[in-house]
């Protein structure tokens, strides 16, 4: 019994959650979803929500590219075609360099907007 | 006029919402461009602007009484549209800057021209909108289509006259506010004093001024000297509405500072802080994110402001700092089903919230492309939807409602059949009618009450 309730919650009993208040209600849907979370994902941080997503989120929009890695490799293959980057492009990983064919472009919308459409409602 | 069908009950103050415009296009398919990223009324609320993923800023202008089309008073309709932003990737820090509009801000009408501030996440500019319905013609220097005269073929002089031309509504951008921001700009408030304005990112605010664009003063500043040590990041600020000295920000923890210019010239240290206790027993893997405040608004007032955060809508009175007076769930049902939603990453979503003019309703977004709205006198709140089949022209809006367990009873949606892909995180309130904007993906809908 207290290895299947570790997981739930390890600070309660079965019999006590069944006679929680309305109040402790609240809580027992949230940590029922961290356990399943933790079964999921097992290596998931100890620290709550913490540094990790936020570092995610102020590195949003990185992209790295060697000039460097790009033109020796340029020069080492100036008969061959270049490795391109298959379906995903915007998965650039181990020995492929990207090229400037794999970058997606980034091309300003000259289209107007469709909220600018024009029908009257 | 058919009486009020539809039952339910009204968010107070007897509010009857009806249906009454939807822009934009009606295909499944969405282009990423397209999706509407900013939403906001100007002070009269004769402009509204809306901004998009594609960078692009379109307004729309509400047509005045007119006796031919009666019904046309009070519809908005297409007043200007411009590129605002556009791709840009800085090769120094091998960084893409999206060109998504993040947020627009009117500035008080001081003349005949409209002004704007809008922002990516880098960049902001401040838009002139001005009509230009006259042309001068009979220049003596030059022909009628712009070629040079031939100076020696002038034999006679003239006065050049004003000729009336077709409406021309032109936007031009009047400065560029640019370099200023190492992280993501979240959010930029105009000052009271009209003169200032601030702009936030993640870990700092900056004080600008709107006629210089080669500096600003950093106001706060949160970075930790080792980012190992980083616990928040800032997620929305705003100016007071009335004192022109007083900002407030909010943090990813689900705290807000409210910060008095007067004291330093750097901000650090809060005046007040806002944080409701939380019971450390009800703490979980979810507890921070959820907290994650993810707008910021003063009451019209000045007196009060909101907090939005994952799960509800919290009213401050900004005298009393250990808790908030008001606290309404937006959707609690989703509590028991925070798993998926950080799986998908909903869990990241930023809802925002708005005042009506009045500051007796709030309202905010949810999934499925309900909104809810909150009367604070009647303490009634109400769901309501924005969807093209109940788009028939001043259709009432039916209230709806979700049934998180048990038996569903019929007209009611469980929380397993919501749609989480259309979420309405951009609302805007008229700053004095009943008249709401409320963006959905693609497509904005405005809702008017029937008493307008």
């Known amino acids: 019994m207290s290895q299947k309730l570790e997981e739930e919650n390890p600070a309660e009993e079965t019999g006590e959650e069944k006679q929680d208040t309305q109040e402790k209600e609240g809580i027992l849907p949230e940590r029922a979803e961290e356990a399943k979370l933790k079964a999921k994902y097992p290596s998931l941080g100890q620290k709550p929500g913490g540094s990790d997503f936020l570092m995610k989120r102020l590195q949003k929009g990185q992209k ?5 890695d790009y033109n020796m490799a340029k020069a080492k293959m100036k008969n061959k075609q270049l490795p391109s980057a298959g379906p995903d492009k915007n998965l650039v990983t181990g020995d492929h360099i990207p090229t400037p064919q794999d970058l997606p472009q980034r091309k300003s919308s000259l289209v107007t907007s469709k909220l600018a459409g024009g029908q009257v409602e | 006029m058919a009486g ?20 934009g296009a009606v295909d499944e398919d969405v282009a990423e461009a397209d999706i509407i990223s900013t939403v906001e009324f100007n002070y009269s609320g004769d402009l509204l602007a809306t901004g998009d993923k594609g960078g692009r800023v379109v307004i729309f202008q509400r047509e005045q009484e007119n006796k031919i089309r009666p019904h046309s008073r009070g519809e908005y309709n297409v007043y200007s549209t411009f590129q605002s932003h556009e791709p840009e990737f800085d090769y120094l820090k091998s960084l893409e800057i999206e060109e998504k509009i993040n947020k627009i801000r009117w500035l008080p009408q001081q003349n005949a021209a409209h002004f704007l501030l809008s922002t990516n996440d880098k960049t902001i500019k401040l838009w002139k909108i001005s009509e230009r319905d006259k042309r001068a013609e009979g220049y003596n220097l030059k022909d009628e289509d712009g070629r040079l005269r031939d100076p020696f073929r002038i034999t006679a002089l003239r006065v050049p006259i004003l000729k009336p031309m077709d409406l021309m509504v032109e936007a031009s951008p009047r400065r560029i506010f640019a370099n200023a921001h190492t992280y993501h700009i979240n959010s930029i408030s105009v000052n009271s004093d009209h003169e200032t304005y601030l702009s936030a990112d993640d ?19 949160i970075k930790p000297a080792n980012m190992e040590e980083l616990t928040e990041v800032i997620t929305a600020a705003e100016f007071h509405p009335h004192q022109c000295n007083v900002l407030v920000y909010s943090s990813s923890k689900g705290t807000v500072r409210l910060c008095d210019m007067r004291s330093s010239a750097l901000c650090d240290r809060h005046s007040k802080f806002f944080e409701e206790p939380e019971d450390p027993s009800s703490r979980s893997f979810f507890s921070e994110i959820i907290s994650s405040i993810s707008d910021v608004k003063f009451s019209h007032s000045g007196r009060y402001m909101m907090t939005r955060d994952y799960l509800s809508v919290k009213v401050w009175d900004l005298n009393m ?45 949810s999934y499925n492309n309900f909104f809810r709205m909150f009367d604070r006198s009647t303490r009634r709140d109400v769901t309501l939807e924005a969807s093209r089949e109940s788009s028939k022209p001043r259709a009432s809006l039916k209230p709806r409602k979700v049934c998180a367990g048990g038996k569903r009873k019929k007209d009611e949606i469980s929380v397993d059949s919501l749609d989480f892909n259309k979420k309405i995180l951009h609302t805007a309130w008229h700053p004095v009618d009943n008249v709401i904007a409320v963006a959905a993906t693609n497509n904005l809908y405005i809702f008017q009450d029937k008493a307008n």
């Open chain 1, 64 to 68: 790295y590219f060697d000039s460097g």
């Open chain 2, 321 to 365: 700092e250990s808790r908030p007076v008001e606290t309404h769930q937006v959707h609690e049902y989703l509590r028991s089903k925070l798993c998926s939603l950080y799986e998908n990453d909903c869990i990241f979503d930023k809802f925002e919230c708005c005042w009506n003019g009045s500051d007796s309703a709030v309202m905010t977004g």
């Open chain 2, 4 to 23: 009020a069908g539809g039952g339910g009950c009204p968010a107070g103050n007897d509010f009857q919402w009806c249906f009454s415009q939807v822009k």
């Open chain 2, 203 to 221: 870990l700092r605010i900056n004080l600008w001024h709107l006629e210089i664009t080669d500096r600003s003063f950093n106001i706060v500043d």
